[in-house]
């Protein structure tokens, strides 16, 4: 079984520029999540899509963050515009409704640096 | 809201020790919790999973236990190696299994 992916595994920008990252979840894997990694952190929830809707969204920063999740596989999460504070890992996981007790699988993140 | 703590935040310990870390959440309605490890830089990985209905999991060195009704879950690490130096972190699931809550971790030196 494929893991999740995500891409690029780096970024480094300048505040007030854009970025986009994208995940590929597990096959079948209907919910999705993205996370926020401060370093020295827990990871925090940003996005949960169940299919390619959004079940929560609570913590993410509506005014500069985005995600979308098209057909309800790969998903997108941008910021625009960056600021220093977003320098972060951004992790996505996914996990199965019929399989919730077998929790999440991680992606490798990627990891932001905004200069 | 669920609220998850982990102490120490650091702990060094030398080769061959055994160990515990620990994590405790404030809301005991939970659906499983899950331990993983992080290396630096990297993602995470899944170490143990223990439903609400269970008490411990096994893996190798690893032993978790669970006790729902006081909020506290351990990772015990057997014989501890220069190779399990990492960030572990705990994560309860909600009742529904779909959504988790993170602990900030624990950083972990196992020196040689």
């Known amino acids: 079984e494929a893991g999740v992916a995500q891409s690029p595994r780096y970024k480094i920008i300048e505040k007030r520029q854009s970025v986009a990252f994208w995940c590929n979840p597990i096959?079948?894997?209907?919910?999705l999540y993205w996370y926020q990694q401060i370093l020295g952190q827990g990871p925090k929830l940003l996005i949960q899509?169940?299919?390619?809707?959004?079940?929560?969204d609570s913590q993410l920063p509506k005014d500069r963050f985005s995600a979308e999740r098209l057909k309800g596989v790969d998903s997108t999460l941008k910021i625009q515009p960056a600021k220093l504070e977003d320098s972060a890992v951004y992790l996505c996981?996914?996990?199965?409704?019929?399989?919730?007790?077998?929790?999440?699988?991680f992606g490798s993140g990627t990891r932001l640096t905004v200069v | 809201k669920q609220e998850v703590t982990q102490i120490p935040a650091a702990l060094s310990v030398p080769e061959g020790e055994n160990l515990v870390l620990n994590c405790s959440f404030t809301?005991?309605?939970?659906?499983?919790l899950q331990w993983f490890r992080q290396d630096p830089g990297k993602g995470l990985t899944s170490l143990l999973l223990?439903?609400?209905?269970?008490r411990e999991q096994t893996s190798g060195r690893l032993n978790a236990s669970l006790d729902k009704s006081s909020g506290r879950s351990t990772l015990y690490i057997a014989a501890s190696q220069p190779g399990d130096s990492a960030t572990y972190l705990c994560?309860?699931?909600?009742?529904?299994?779909?959504?988790?809550?993170f602990g900030p971790g624990t950083r972990l030196s196992v020196l040689p």
């Open positions: 996981a996914s996990s199965s409704p019929r399989d919730r007790g077998k929790g999440y699988t």
């Open positions: 096959s079948g894997h209907a919910t």
């Open positions: 899509f169940q299919n390619n809707g959004v079940v929560d």
């Open positions: 809301d005991s309605a939970i659906y499983n």
């Open positions: 223990i439903q609400s209905s269970q």
């Open positions: 994560a309860v699931g909600d009742n529904y299994g779909q959504n988790f809550v």
